[in-house]
């Protein structure tokens, strides 16, 4: 409820997912990575990235999965990170930035 914190109901063995779509930086940085990463209990378990250097060029898509044995109380969380030295933002819209978390099986 709001708090960006997904607690894990039951125990089982998840996928866990998330897709981010990186707005096209306006000037190249000569050195700028995107990142998207997927964090139980506060320890980073699965990260994406990619490197964008040029400027008007294809926006970044990291992308992040794990499968995973999860215990009722587990704590899921998911984040984004880029070092492009300037403000940037992802794409909007629910068909490109995504995640799931989907029990497999208890």
Wanted: hydrophobic share 40%.
């Amino acid at each position: 409820p709001g708090t960006g914190t997904y607690t894990i109901p039951v125990t089982g063995y998840y996928s866990l997912s998330l897709h981010l779509s990186w707005a096209v930086p306006a000037t190249a940085s000569g050195a700028s990575e995107v990142k998207c990463q997927i964090i139980r209990n506060g320890v980073v378990i699965a990260q994406g990235y990619s490197n964008e250097t040029i400027a008007g060029d294809i926006p970044s898509d990291p992308h992040a999965q794990v499968e995973l044995s999860l215990t009722a109380g587990d704590t899921i969380q998911f984040a984004a990170a880029q070092n492009t030295g300037g403000a940037l933002s992802t794409t909007g819209g629910v068909f490109w930035n995504k995640f799931g978390i989907h029990l497999i099986h208890r």
